[in-house]
């Protein structure tokens, strides 16, 4: 077994610089439970009640990819895939296509400096298993990557690889609720001109304490824009490190949780402009109930000579309870002049006015509170490009914190 | 159909006495108006009425139909009858209009052992109180009063009314910031709303919007109390020779 600091990794400390609010003793745990030999068990593993999300997404067209521990199961005669999508099972000592070793462990590594990830680096040197999928040209319907089975059970490392062709355009939809925790990678390199758009759903009740790190370098004129959904597990943190190198890059970031008891969700984000003329938005939002805790760290990063930045973070959160604490630490490290750079954070409860009105039209306290809780939240799905996506989640949401109110 | 008597009010996060003995008696049918001048008390006479908290009660009393209803939470009153047409038209972002409506038209229905009725009757029903009062489908999808105009948000509130059907309907101020078309649609809309079993509180500054929603009687409001009360005349006069016949008149 390793642990903590033998194992070379060096493994962050309570209280270092980006840990001072969440715990990392928890994600050494389950990097180091998670081992091949629980690769097998999960086969016979008794799966954990299917998340809310799965059901949710039934009624979109989609290419689906189910995740299996040693295999990913899709319908190999569909054209889209044949044509335009190429997708492997990244499982280590069978197969690995050639082209991932372009992306593999490089964009972490380059992201490595100044702040090591050394938990991104575990994942990358001992996950197992993981996906990898190159888009060459716009796919129309969205991909969706559900962990299922492979999430139940015991702890995961995951490793995933992606990859946005020049002028290509991917929808990416990972579904699944960890059961008992996950460290995982997804390196993801969008091209120039390419579209990535990427939505995270781990919801439903679980003992999961899970680590999510998302790696992305985005190329001239691409664009990234990252959703993620939480909720119902006692520990997430939702790491995001970008990189836009070449000028006119767009990166959005932007998630919901919804807390309610004894559970903690972190977002910590990391974008760096290093071309010209690129824009990068943060938007967070959390309901916290019952003494749920909710972080967001997040930097803009400007580096000297990327004129013309435009920045945005706003990080936000309603506590519906005195219990509930939101801890944040938002930050601008602007070294150009000539940009546009904001960030805000605010931190409240019910609106009085609000909850009389809609109680006076005869609306009870509970259910009113519910509506204003997800009126809060909603917002954050215009963050997200697919209607049809953010019609699904709405239903999710509203779920979610009709259940946690 | 509503007693008031003798109500004070005192605003807790200011220790300030409001309404200092108010008293106010609306059969079923009628309809009342209350005129007066800024900072009298009338939005706060409303708010009571309609179960806002942050006031004290220290006396005085609100009956309705003989039922004790100044313990009752905002959404018992509103299932008992009560609907405030707001002064302000509070703006909630990320709730749907739609969906606020129906909301709300559920919870009342629930709350007084009703059927609910069908999704698509319901959107009917809607959409065609809303043509009436000239709010456009989009005005619906919106959220609820979000960057509405003032009279949007005046023509919202009546169109809640007339959905949710109330049986004592108060509206603070409904006429300010609206044109004279849509005055006339507003009041149209009340006037639709005019039953044998039905009462309704207009406060307003301005005579006019009564020369479309006629009252049965018109109530005086200075310094927390109702001071005076007369016949639809007494706005025409007020209108003419403002308050200061009527203060003379008390000192
Ligand atoms: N939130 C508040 N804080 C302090 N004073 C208030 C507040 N609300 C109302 N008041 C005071 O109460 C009095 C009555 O106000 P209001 O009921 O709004 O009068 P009206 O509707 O007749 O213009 C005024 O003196 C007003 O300044
Ligand atoms: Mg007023």
Known sequence: ?405 | MLIIENLHAILEEESKPILKGVNLRVGPGEVHAIMGPNGSGKSTLSYVISGRDGYEIPEGSITYNNEDILELEPEERAALGFFLAFQYPVEIPGVGNMTFLRTAFNAIKKARGEEEISASDFLKLVRTKAKELNIGPDLLKRPVNYGFSGGEKKRNEILQMAVLEPSLCVLDETDSGLDIDAMKQVSAGVNALRSPDRAIIVITHYQRLLNHIQPDIVHVMVDGGIVHSGGAELALDIENNGYSNILSNLN
């Open chain 1, 1 to 405: 077994m390793l642990t903590a600091n033998k194992s070379g990794y060096n493994f962050p400390q309570r209280g270092d610089e980006y840990w001072k609010f969440t715990k990392p003793d928890q994600f050494v745990e389950i990097s180091e439970m998670a081992s091949p030999v629980n690769l097998e068990n999960v086969i016979d593993a008794k799966s954990p009640s299917q998340t809310v999300a799965t059901h949710k997404l039934d009624d979109i067209d989609r290419i689906e990819f189910v995740l299996h521990p040693n295999e990913f199961l899709f319908d190999q005669s569909d054209s889209r895939i044949v044509n335009s999508l190429q997708a492997e099972f990244n499982y280590r000592h069978r197969r690995k296509p050639s082209w991932i070793d372009e992306v593999s462990g490089a964009i972490e590594n380059r992201i490595q400096k100044p702040i090591p990830r050394p938990f991104a680096k575990y994942c990358i040197d001992h996950s197992q298993i993981g996906f990898c999928m190159w888009a060459k040209k716009e796919i129309t319907d969205p991909v969706v990557l559900n962990y299922g089975k492979c999430f139940a059970g015991g702890a995961h490392l995951i490793h995933n690889i992606i990859r946005v062709s020049s002028g290509a355009k991917l929808t990416l939809v990972e579904i699944g609720n960890p059961w008992s925790g996950v460290n995982m990678v997804n390196e993801v390199h969008v091209e120039p001109r390419g579209e990535f758009n990427h939505i995270r759903i781990a919801v439903g009740n679980s003992e999961a304490r899970s680590l999510f790190h998302q790696y992305a370098k985005v190329d001239e004129s691409a664009s990234l824009k990252s959703f993620s959904l939480f909720g119902g597990a006692p520990l997430t943190r939702n790491e995001h490190i970008i990189e836009l190198p070449e000028d006119d890059a767009n990166a959005h970031v932007s998630g919901v949780f919804v807390g309610n008891g004894n559970v903690l969700q972190d977002d910590t984000v990391f974008i760096r402009h290093i071309g010209l003329n690129g824009t990068s938005r943060q938007v967070f939002r959390k309901v916290l109930n019952n003494g749920a805790t909710g972080v967001f760290q997040g930097k803009i990063h400007v580096n000297p000579g990327s004129q013309k930045t435009d920045g945005y973070q706003k990080s936000q959160a309603l506590l519906l309870d005195e219990k509930s604490q939101f801890l944040v630490k938002p930050e601008l490290e602007i070294y150009a002049d000539d940009v546009s750079c904001s960030h805000g954070s605010t931190c409240g409860s019910i609106d009085n006015n609000s909850l009389y009105y809609l109680r006076s039209r005869g609306i009870s306290k509970d259910e009113a509170i519910s509506m204003l809780s997800l009126g809060f939240l909603k917002e954050v799905l215009d963050e997200i490009e697919s209607e049809e996506i953010v019609a699904n989640l709405e239903d999710l949401l509203t779920d979610m914190v009709n259940n946690a109110i």
